[in-house]
């Protein structure tokens, strides 16, 4: 089993950044893949961007150039910077940890941008 415990998710306005972290622990020597989705109310859920156990990233359309994930797999932990925050960008952000055969989840944090 893998636990993720988030933090970092706040209220910041237009144009502001924010920091968020993930830290996993239990059986993190399994973990492969590790990344971030968000959810804003109606719509579906997607990816943000994601990170593989080597650094190789991936990142959505929508927030490249803006948004920048990192790794410490010493501390377990992922990171999300995100900068230039948009209106748009308002969700819930939910970290994931990738094992071969299964995926975790974080209890998710609330990113809210103002205008």
């Known amino acids: 089993q893998v636990q993720l415990v988030e933090s970092g998710g706040g209220l910041v306005q237009a144009g502001g950044s924010l920091r968020l972290s993930c830290v996993a622990s239990g059986r993190v020597s399994s973990i492969d893949d590790m990344g971030w989705y968000r959810q804003a109310p109606g719509k579906q859920r997607e990816l943000v961007a994601s990170i593989t156990r080597g650094g190789a990233t991936n990142y959505g359309d929508s927030v490249k150039g803006r948004f920048t994930i990192f790794r410490d797999n010493a501390k377990n932990t992922v990171y999300l910077q995100m900068n230039s925050l948009k209106p748009e960008d308002t969700a819930v952000y939910s970290c994931?940890?990738?094992?071969?055969?299964?995926?975790?989840w974080g209890q998710g944090t609330q990113v809210t941008v103002s205008s």
């Open positions: 994931y940890a990738a094992q071969m055969f299964k995926t975790y």
